[in-house]
């Protein structure tokens, strides 16, 4: 078939002539005589690509001859299939295709905030009142015990009595999606298996999924994610959103009890993957504003790893204890000046000049043995526990203990959230990222953003963050200005219980929802528009 060209804009009539000329240098006839041939051209439209048949003039060095009817009836039969269908028929005209979309089940829908540390989960039934307890916290990850090569799924790490050497594979890295294999074993073990936990087991093809997500996530991931969801779990309908948002639904209404977003809100949620800084206005997210940090739950686990392996024991494979201690025993500083203090108290003095540690700071944590107990604790500082256990000496009754005394890595880890550079990162910290934020709005927003600060995630359950962050923050704005920090009830939960919020207003979430009639009439890419 002749490769075809259009010269200029035509109007696709299939009985018309085309102004158009071959790309090759090929001509279908030998004969150089001025004439028609008759042919089928392949155009492309802004709608799509449409087969259009009929005829065009041809050239005065690719000519076809009326005078050789074998040529003609061979050329004919070359470009003019017996299986191409009229343009009529191939191209319905705009709007006739009828809509196969159907509503969406509006009683019963699963709120998935997708953490990268853990998954809240629950079901929620349309015009209900949720809260905190409808919330379930299960592990996202997969974990296998090099001791004794037991692999836990999700919630079963719960059950786990060693957690000594566990080697984590978890599916969400940098907030984001990246390991579907992983993600999607917890999915069906969580809410779709006979193991599911009770009021958390359900039908997708009969519920409505909300999903969050972190901002700026790359279009490939969100387009893996929507195929996830409609092509194989086969959700009826589903909302993709970013997560922090649904914090904005924590004000019901007095009158009806409708949920609506609150009018300014900064919301910041440092989480396991990073720190993110997210301005809102009516429930909409400024997205030119958002500003992250790439401190996060994690990082601070890993520099707390390499603390106590350079000070006490090599503990570079105690991923979950670490994180048991960092959780247990951190606090942030309300100062930088307060910080120095700490850190001359926690000085043990120069080599043969040594002295007591502040017992007002260093606290000894107990390690667990997985045989008489299967998490530490922190208790006050014993200087005697410390230097018998260096000579070896135990006590005869009870079992044998291992302490860490832990000094400055307290509150020099936390610390990092507000001076990363401490460590070469070269970023501002937490108050900084929020002036950076701020900055790009207009001074009426950035008033009502700073009087409605509101901090999620676990970090922020560390011991005088709020404090720690309005002290900063207070410093760097005017002093007529307002700013107020507050951290969420249960900063853990707290995204999920706006979402369910959100899910439990059937307006709302009719509006919202896509079908997956809708999904598979329309496609992904329209999907992603939709959700942008």
């Not at 604790?377 to 291992?402: C, F, I, K, N, T």
Request: glycine share 6%; net charge neutral; charged share 25%.
């Amino acid at each position: 078939m002749c490769s075809l060209r259009v010269d200029e804009p035509f109007t696709l009539d299939p009985g018309g002539m085309f102004s158009v000329h071959f790309c090759k240098t090929r001509a279908p006839c030998s004969r150089p005589k001025e004439g028609f041939v008759r042919c089928i051209m392949v155009a492309t439209h802004l709608q799509g690509t449409v087969h259009v048949q009929g005829t065009m003039k041809t050239g005065a060095r690719e000519q076809a001859s009326p005078r050789n009817p074998a040529h003609r009836e061979s050329h004919r039969n070359r470009l003019e299939p017996a299986s191409l269908a009229s343009p009529t028929q191939i191209m319905p005209p705009k709007g006739s295709r009828k809509s196969t979309t159907s509503q969406p089940a509006l009683n019963k829908t699963l709120v998935l905030d997708n953490g990268a540390y853990t998954l809240k989960l629950g079901l929620v039934a349309s015009g209900s009142s949720p809260g905190y307890d409808d919330c379930t916290v299960t592990p996202n990850c997969i974990a296998r015990s090099t001791r004794d090569k037991c692999t836990y799924l999700a919630s079963e790490l719960d059950s786990c009595k060693d957690f000594g050497e566990l080697a984590f594979r978890r599916p969400v890295e940098k907030g984001f999606i990246v390991n579907w294999e992983a993600e999607k074993a917890i999915w069906e073990h969580e809410f779709m298996s006979g193991s599911a936990r009770e009021g958390l087991r359900c039908d997708p093809k009969e519920t409505n999924l909300l999903l969050t997500e972190k901002p700026n996530c790359p279009k490939e991931l969100q387009k893996n994610c929507d195929e996830i969801v409609f092509e194989q779990f086969e959700f009826a309908s589903y909302y993709r959103h970013v997560g922090a948002v649904l914090n904005a639904y924590h004000a019901p209404n007095a009158v009806d009890s409708t949920v609506k977003p609150q009018e300014c809100l900064l919301v910041i949620d440092t989480s396991y993957s990073d720190t993110t800084i997210l301005p809102i206005y009516n429930g909409k997210l400024i997205q030119s504003a958002v500003r992250r940090l790439t401190v996060g739950g994690k990082l601070l686990t890993n520099y707390l790893k390499e603390l106590c392996s350079l000070r006490h024991y090599n503990m570079m494979e105690e991923s979950y204890l670490l994180n048991e201690i960092k959780e247990a025993v951190s606090y942030i500083v309300p100062s930088t000046q307060e910080f120095a203090r700490n850190l001359e108290q926690t000085w043990k003095g120069r080599v043969g000049d040594r002295r007591e540690l502040s017992s007002d700071v260093v606290v000894d944590y107990v390690l667990p043995d997985y045989e008489n107990s299967i998490h530490g604790y922190a208790r006050p500082h014993d200087p005697a526990a410390r230097l018998r256990m260096q000579r070896g000496v135990q006590s005869l009754q009870g079992p044998r203990e291992d302490v860490l005394a832990l000094g400055n890595e307290r509150f020099a880890v936390p610390e990092l959230l507000f001076n990363p550079t401490d460590i070469g990162i070269q970023e501002a910290g937490l108050a900084g990222a929020v002036m950076e934020s701020l900055s790009v709005l207009p001074e009426a927003l950035k008033i009502g953003m700073l009087a409605n600060i509101v901090v999620v995630g676990g970090n922020s359950l560390i011991k005088g963050f709020v404090e720690r962050l309005e002290a900063d923050v207070r410093a760097l704005v005017p002093a007529q200005y307002m700013v107020v920090v507050t951290r969420a009830e249960d900063p853990i939960k707290h995204t999920w219980l706006g979402g369910a919020r959100f899910a439990s207003q059937p307006e709302l979430l009719r509006e919202a929802v896509v079908t997956k009639a809708e999904y598979e009439e329309k496609g992904s890419t329209w999907l992603a528009k939709r959700f942008s």
